[in-house]
Structures are given as C-alpha cells and as structure tokens.
C-alpha cells in the first residue's frame, strides 16, 4: 500500500511565498512522474506542475515563472515552492505520483489528501 501526504498550505497574503511538500512511503518499487494539480471551489482540477524522475518539468501557463518544482529522489519527495501568489491561486493543492510497487506490474496514479492554500488580497 502507497500513501502520500502532503504539507505546507496554509494562508498567505497575495504576493507572498508558500512551499508544498509531499512524501510518498509504503510499498515502493520506482516512481515515475510526481507533481502538483489543484481544484478551486466550482472549479475542475487543473495540473499545476510535473516533474519526471529525470528532472523533465512542466507547469501551467498560469504559473511559469512563480512556481517552482523539485524532487528528492533519495527521499520519494516533491516540493512546490511558489511566489508572487495570486488569490486566483486559492485552491486545494493535491500531490501525485505514478507509483510502481512491483517491476512485474504497471505503475499506477496515487494521490495526497490536499491542502488548502488560501491567498487574501
């Protein structure tokens, strides 16, 4: 069995910093992908970033050049530092990995509970 937890939200006023962290542990052959989504209220959730276990990165549009994410391999970790936060930030932030607990089956999507980032203006 996998279970990740995440860390780190909280309230921050706009323009400030917030950095997410996020462990995997359990049953652990390899991880593949890991990375952020989010979902605001009324909203359908949304990639925020992904990072492959080469280092490969993608962000949203809407994030390039704020949020930055990185992985601790040794540590089956990822973090999301983010500045210059936005309230349009304001969301439920969800790690994920594609976690492989056997070389002899496919790796599958696992997910955090979320926390919460809130942004005032």
């Known amino acids: 069995q996998v279970q990740l937890v995440e860390s780190g939200g909280g309230l921050v006023q706009a323009g400030g910093s917030l950095r997410l962290s996020c462990t995997a542990s359990?049953?652990?052959?390899?991880?593949?992908?890991m990375g952020w989504y989010r979902q605001a209220p009324g909203k359908q959730r949304e990639l925020v970033a992904a990072?492959?276990?080469?280092?490969?990165?993608n962000y949203a549009d809407s994030v390039k050049g704020r949020f930055t994410i990185s992985r601790d391999n040794a540590k089956n970790m990822v973090y999301l530092q983010m500045s210059s936060l936005k309230p349009d930030d304001t969301a439920v932030y969800y790690c994920?990995?594609?976690?492989?607990?056997?070389?002899?089956?496919?790796?599958?999507?696992?997910w955090g509970q979320g926390t919460q980032v809130t942004v005032s203006s």
């Open positions: 994920y990995a594609q976690i492989q607990i056997s070389k002899l089956l496919p790796p599958g999507n696992s």
């Open positions: 990072i492959t276990s080469g280092g490969l990165i």
């Open positions: 359990g049953s652990i052959f390899s991880i593949n992908d």
